[in-house]
Antibody, heavy 122, light 111 residues
């Protein structure tokens, strides 16, 4: 059974960079059938798509984040990662990684990680 | 403010039916599939409906999805106390700001 697990710091200072990793177990990240997504959910709000990455390394990102976000994939480790630069209090949220069924526009996530809470505070 | 519009809350007694609407536009719901998610307190969203009206394995047929034009609807029949949760719709936005979009969520309360 496929499982996703987020890892990274729970507390980040303003202006610093958040780095999260999602480890995929029980299946291969190198499949043409899936994209791998980062999604966040601010307290009391709905989910917000951050971006998607394909096993080939192709990425698709939410323009809201402009150039603040970097998504990468390491197929040898069965992991994909997220970096968010210049963090502010508005970036405080639960961050999820999820599996997104191809094609890109079908947009449904059938497996989610448990999520990791990230707080931005000095 | 979310791209997709959902009512903040709906409620009904056990055994009754509720419907949750999700309103979008021609560049998202109007041309792409809709999915629905259930989120119990403190947990990750769980896929309930994909490609407008399909249920993943293990999701009871009490949950149904439909779509017409730029709106979609989630129906829950035979309401149970365990259905009390937040529900979100999602789809792909195909405009210049292409990407995944979600609704703001609907809280279902079982009276």
């Amino acid at each position: 059974q496929l499982q996703l697990q987020e890892s990274g710091p729970g507390l980040v200072k303003p202006s610093e960079t958040l780095s999260l990793t999602c480890t995929v177990s029980g299946g291969s990240i190198s499949s043409s059938k899936y994209y791998w997504d980062w999604i966040r959910q601010p307290p009391g709000k709905g989910p917000e798509w951050i971006g998607s990455i394909y096993y080939s390394g192709s990425t698709y990102q939410n323009l809201y984040f402009k150039s603040r976000v970097t998504i990468s994939i390491d197929t040898s480790k069965n992991q994909f990662s997220l970096k968010v630069h210049s963090m502010t209090a508005a970036d405080t949220a639960v961050y999820y990684c999820a599996r997104h069924i191809a094609p890109l526009y079908s947009y449904y996530m059938d497996v989610w990680g448990k999520g990791t809470t990230v707080t931005v505070s000095s | 403010q979310s791209v997709l519009t959902q009512p903040p809350s709906v409620s009904a007694a056990p055994g009754q039916k509720v419907t949750i609407s999700c309103s979008g536009s021609s560049s998202n719901i109007g041309q792409n599939f809709v999915s629905w998610y259930q989120q119990l307190p403190g947990t990750a969203p769980k896929l309930l409906i994909y490609e407008d009206n399909k249920r993943p394995s293990g999701i009871p047929d009490r949950f149904s999805g439909s779509k017409s034009g730029t709106s979609a609807t989630l129906g829950i029949t035979g309401l149970q106390t365990g259905d009390e949760a937040d529900y979100y719709c999602g789809t792909w936005e195909s405009s210049l700001s292409a990407g995944g979009v979600f609704g703001g969520g609907t809280k279902v309360t079982v009276l």
